[in-house]
Each structure stands twice: as structure tokens, then as C-alpha cells.
């Protein structure tokens, strides 16, 4: 079993869907759970980090943890063309340095 | 420059060549990371380095040589390649080891070797 897992997509919603990316884990030690966004060329891009469970808001985009479940999600509202990307979720350990695992990463497109 | 800069953006390199890629990070950050990025695989971390001393070598094959003379720079030297290294090199920053959560990445080298 992969420590975590993530649904590679593709998706497609149309502008102004509301989009839910998700990735499970298997690893209970996990402690911080990161979103990075990654275009088309381009290296990835941290949108958010979240410690242990509960809800993170910035903007448009929403981060939530649920650790009972090994659960976590990404909500994008009121998602835009220029949101087409691929989402990679990525998760640690605390204490020192930790290594990160990252994802596979979600091939989003929104279309207008 | 801002952020975290890779050249070169592209190489294409035969199997028996030598070569080098840079990355240079403007944030001020004392860790550094190299990673492999291959399709339908996850990022693959290769070295970490913290205030230029190298911590972390995930298993890496010895054709793959890092080099980090200051905590701005990092270099990965790379000689007698396989195809199946083709990938892109991503190098990204984080302020410190500790906050290896919040990591910084560069735009990439595209690498091809045939």
C-alpha cells in the first residue's frame, strides 16, 4: 500500500464548479499536510500547509484534515480556467526534519 | 531574480556526456533539495543539504553527484546516465530542514539523455 494516495484525474469541471481534490494516507504519524499546485512547465507552487486536523481557508481554496479518517481535501470555489492544473497533495512528520511524501497529483481543467 | 532559479531549463545529453545543473535560491534559506519528477510517479526526493552539509541521500545512484558550496546554491553533476533518468529535476528551498513543509521549488531542468 502507498503511503499516500491520490486520484491522477483527469478531471474536468466547468468554470465556476466547485472542485473537491482528495488524498488518503496510511502513514498515523503525519503531522503537517501540504497542497502545491504545479503548471503545465513550471515547478510546484505551495498553496497551503495545514498542522494536524481542522480546516484552513485562504481565498478561494479550502484545505481540510481529517485524521481519524486519513483524509484529506482540497475545495477550489468558484474554480476558474486559470486553476487548470495539477494539484499534488504532500504530507510529513514533525520533530526535526522531516522527510515529505508527496502525492501523485490531480490533472485539473476547468473549462469556460 | 526571485525565488528559486534552475538552469539550464532543457538538456538533452547523450549517455557517456558530462554535465551539470544549477539552481540558486534568492530567499534567503539555509535547506536545499533536489527531486525527480517522472510521469505518473510521485516526486522522488534525491538530497537534501542544510547549511551546505548534505543530510539526506535517498538511495541515489552514484551518477548523480550534488554539490552545494554555499546555502544559495546547489549543483547536481551528472555523468553515464540511463535513459530511464530522463525526467525533470526540480530544486527547491525551505527556510530551514525543520520546515521542510514549506518548500520553495524552481522551475525545473527537462532532462533527456539518449
Known amino acids: 500500500q502507498k503511503e499516500v494516495e491520490q486520484d491522477p484525474g483527469p478531471l474536468s469541471v466547468p468554470e465556476g464548479a466547485i472542485v473537491s481534490l482528495n488524498c488518503t494516507y496510511s502513514?498515523?504519524?503525519?503531522?503537517?499536510f501540504m497542497w502545491y499546485r504545479q503548471y503545465s512547465r513550471k515547478g510546484p507552487e505551495l498553496l497551503m500547509y495545514?498542522?494536524?486536523?481542522g480546516n484552513k481557508e485562504d481565498g478561494r481554496f479550502t484545505a481540510q484534515v481529517d485524521k481519524s479518517s486519513k483524509y484529506i481535501s482540497l475545495f477550489i470555489r468558484d474554480s476558474q480556467p486559470s486553476d487548470s492544473a495539477t494539484y499534488l497533495c504532500?504530507?510529513?512528520?514533525?520533530?526535526?526534519?522531516?522527510?515529505?511524501?508527496f502525492g501523485i497529483g490531480t490533472k485539473l481543467q476547468v473549462i469556460p | 531574480e526571485t525565488g528559486v532559479t534552475q538552469t539550464p531549463r532543457h538538456l538533452v545529453m547523450g549517455m557517456t556526456n558530462k554535465k551539470s545543473l544549477k539552481c540558486e535560491q534568492h530567499?534567503?534559506?539555509?535547506?536545499m533539495y533536489w527531486y525527480k519528477q517522472s510521469a505518473k510517479k510521485p516526486l522522488e526526493l534525491m538530497f537534501v543539504?542544510?547549511?551546505?552539509?548534505?543530510?539526506e541521500n535517498n538511495s541515489v545512484p552514484s551518477r548523480f553527484s550534488p554539490e552545494c558550496p554555499n546555502s544559495s546554491h546547489l549543483f547536481l553533476h551528472l555523468h553515464t546516465l540511463q535513459p530511464e533518468d530522463s525526467a525533470l529535476y526540480l530544486c527547491?528551498?525551505?527556510?530551514?530542514?525543520?520546515?521542510?513543509?514549506?518548500?520553495?521549488f524552481g522551475p525545473g531542468t527537462r532532462l533527456t539523455v539518449t
Open positions: 502513514n498515523s504519524a503525519f503531522q503537517y
Open positions: 543539504y542544510n547549511f551546505k552539509e548534505q543530510t
Open positions: 495545514t498542522y494536524s486536523s
Open positions: 504532500a504530507m510529513s512528520n514533525s520533530g526535526g526534519y522531516q522527510k515529505v511524501t
Open positions: 527547491a528551498s525551505s527556510h530551514r530542514p525543520e520546515g521542510s513543509y514549506e518548500q520553495y
Open positions: 530567499l534567503g534559506h539555509n535547506a
